[in-house]
């Protein structure tokens, strides 16, 4: 699999990674030996990043992670871990931000990750007036300087969210959702990564598996899944779930999308590969839930970049039928 540098991290990463949300819930149930499967299947295929979250099944997606690699030491020093902290607190709460929180938030990560250095950590969708705050990244340089973490990024809901992290001098990345029904980042925030040298994650590539092509309007997601709780924001970011995009309008452009679809592809991964051509991105983050969907997500590099007929037709789909369902801000 290609690489590409994380921002300033430094690190080389495929450009193919994996999201591991669904290994801690709210995708369904995922086995434990099943969890396990898929992580050996992503690596195996030339996976090296992995992103998780202190949140994410209350630890058990960052412990399953730590499980994995402690049992397979010759992809260990190869595999980078991502991880994030601050949905702990009262998310909507700039003043829970602190260094001491910082510090017992990192710490249960290093131990679920068994690791005395984390890779990344990243700031988990804080809220806005953190972003702004000099005391926050006073914080975060100091977990650099203790050794908690080897770099920090930020992951954002929104455009100018996003900005605002680039601007600072040591954030070493930013996590941000793109994909085919997600496009404004492409406008000002990869443009401005790029230049400051800050990497770029692209999250929910397949808007929560819209893009797959797979899903109908009679589809049903369990209770315990966040595409069936959270499709009005009553949860979280309405935006994680299906983009932010009405289910039913994303049921009929993802169809259009598949309609496009090349020859010896899958719509997910001519979805992945949208995201993997656009100027700016270091690494997709796509999660799987069978360790089949790993070795097909992995694979997608192994295909030529979409040509301009592609891009022109899928960049149509979202002006006619996405677009005036996308909020501004994202």
């Known amino acids: 699999m290609q690489t590409r540098v994380l921002g300033r991290t430094g690190r080389e990463v495929g450009v193919v990674g994996l999201g591991c949300w669904q290994l801690g819930g709210d995708w369904g149930v995922v086995a434990d030996d099943t969890a396990l499967?898929?992580?050996?299947?992503?690596?195996?295929?030339?996976?090296?990043?992995?992103?998780?979250a202190d949140v994410y099944g209350d630890g058990r997606s960052e412990r399953t992670i730590g499980a994995f690699l402690a049992s397979r030491p010759d992809v260990a020093e190869r595999v980078t871990v991502a991880t994030k902290m601050g949905r702990r607190a009262d998310?909507?709460?700039?003043?829970?931000?602190?260094?001491?929180?910082f510090c017992r938030w990192t710490d249960r990560?290093?131990?679920?990750?068994?690791?005395?250095?984390?890779?990344?950590?990243?700031?988990h969708c804080p809220p806005t007036p953190v972003l702004s705050s000099d005391e926050v990244f006073d914080a975060l340089d100091r977990l650099v300087e203790d050794g908690r973490t080897a770099a920090y990024g930020v992951s954002v809901e929104t455009v100018d969210e996003a900005l605002a992290a680039i601007a600072?001098?040591?954030v070493a990345s930013v996590q941000i959702i793109l994909n085919v029904f997600r496009r404004k980042p492409l406008e000002r925030v990869l443009p401005a990564a790029l230049?400051?040298?800050?990497?770029?994650?692209?999250?929910v590539p397949l808007a929560?598996?819209?893009?797959?092509?797979?899903y109908g309007a009679s589809t049903q997601f369990a209770p315990d899944d966040h595409r069936a709780y959270n499709r009005n924001g009553e949860a979280f970011d309405v935006g994680e779930t299906f983009s932010g995009v009405p289910y039913d309008?994303?049921?009929?452009?993802?169809?259009?999308?598949?309609?496009?679809?090349p020859s010896g592809m899958t719509t997910a991964q001519l979805a992945l590969k949208?995201?993997?051509?656009?100027?700016?991105?270091?690494?997709?983050?796509?999660?799987?839930?069978?360790?089949?969907?790993?070795?097909?997500?992995a694979a997608t590099d192994r295909f030529p970049d979409l040509d301009d007929a592609t891009l022109a037709s899928l960049e149509r789909v979202y002006d006619d039928s996405i677009r005036e369902h996308v909020h501004t801000r994202w």
């Open 195 to 203: 230049e400051a040298g800050v990497g770029i994650i692209a999250r």
């Open 109 to 123: 990560s290093r131990e679920n990750l068994r690791t005395d250095t984390l890779d990344l950590v990243q700031l």
């Open 37 to 52: 499967t898929v992580l050996g299947a992503a690596v195996d295929s030339g996976v090296t990043f992995l992103d998780t």
């Open 91 to 101: 998310p909507h709460e700039p003043a829970a931000y602190t260094y001491d929180a």
């Open 208 to 214: 929560s598996g819209l893009l797959s092509g797979k």
């Open 249 to 261: 309008v994303g049921v009929a452009a993802a169809q259009e999308v598949a309609a496009l679809t």
């Open 168 to 170: 600072r001098p040591n």
């Open 274 to 297: 949208w995201v993997v051509q656009q100027p700016g991105v270091s690494v997709v983050i796509p999660g799987a839930r069978t360790p089949e969907q790993a070795q097909a997500n």
